[in-house]
Structures are given as C-alpha cells and as structure tokens.
C-alpha cells in the first residue's frame, strides 16, 4: 500500500487544518487508516483512527471532541479534520494503513505509512 499525506501547514490557535491520506495499491474500502503525530525527539503518538469494517473510530483524549476522522472509500482517501487548533497539536502527522479491521494505538500495528505532513499552529 502505498499512503499520500497532504493538508498539513501553518495555521493560528483556534483555526482548522483538514489533513487527507490518499491511498493506492490496495482495495481501499479493506484498510484500516490511522493517523499518528510525531515531534523531534519524541516517539510518534496515536491521533485517531477508523477501521475498514463498519467505519468505528477511536481518539486520543487529547483530540477527543476536536478532530473528526472519516473516509471516502470511492475518493481512496481518508481524512482528519482538526478544530480549534492548539500549539500543542504542533507536529508531523502521519497516516497509516492496515489490512486487519483495526484502530490500534500501537504504531507497531500498522503496515504501511506515509511521508508526514507538518502542522504548525501559532499561539
């Protein structure tokens, strides 16, 4: 599978970014997507995910109530819309895919990623 992250850019505290994960090599509407965050020096965290079976979805809590995941199965992509931005949501977000019907928060879980997108959100 190969994963094609885009959105990402410079946004102020309080503003929206929506982020797209675009997917080919693979029947889309059979993979898993998540969406992992990764700042220098820090392991990469688990953001959000939505399984292939049923489109269930699972949240950090620190994004709980602020970004929404979802997918177009006919577009082949996935996307991550995140409201009212913090400088703490500053980072490299990245999406995954797997095969099985997962929302794993264990990056170890995940097949195959893509190259990241940079969020920057000013204060």
């Known amino acids: 599978v190969q994963l094609q992250a885009s959105g990402g850019g410079l946004v102020q505290a309080g503003g929206s970014l929506k982020l797209s994960c675009t997917a080919s090599g693979r029947t889309f509407s059979r993979l898993s997507v998540g969406w992992f965050r990764q700042t220098p020096g820090k392991e990469r965290d688990f953001v959000a995910a939505?399984?292939?079976?049923?489109?269930?979805?699972n949240y950090a809590d620190s994004v709980k109530g602020r970004f929404t995941i979802s997918r177009d199965n006919a577009a082949n992509t996935a996307y991550l819309q995140m409201n009212n931005l913090k400088p703490e949501d500053t980072a490299v977000y990245y999406c995954?895919?797997?095969?099985?019907?997962?929302?794993?928060?264990?990056?170890?879980?995940?097949?195959?990623w893509g190259q990241g997108t940079l969020v920057t959100v000013s204060s």
């Open positions: 939505i399984r292939w079976s049923h489109s269930l979805t």
């Open positions: 995954a895919a797997s095969t099985m019907s997962t929302t794993s928060r264990r990056t170890y879980e995940w097949s195959s």
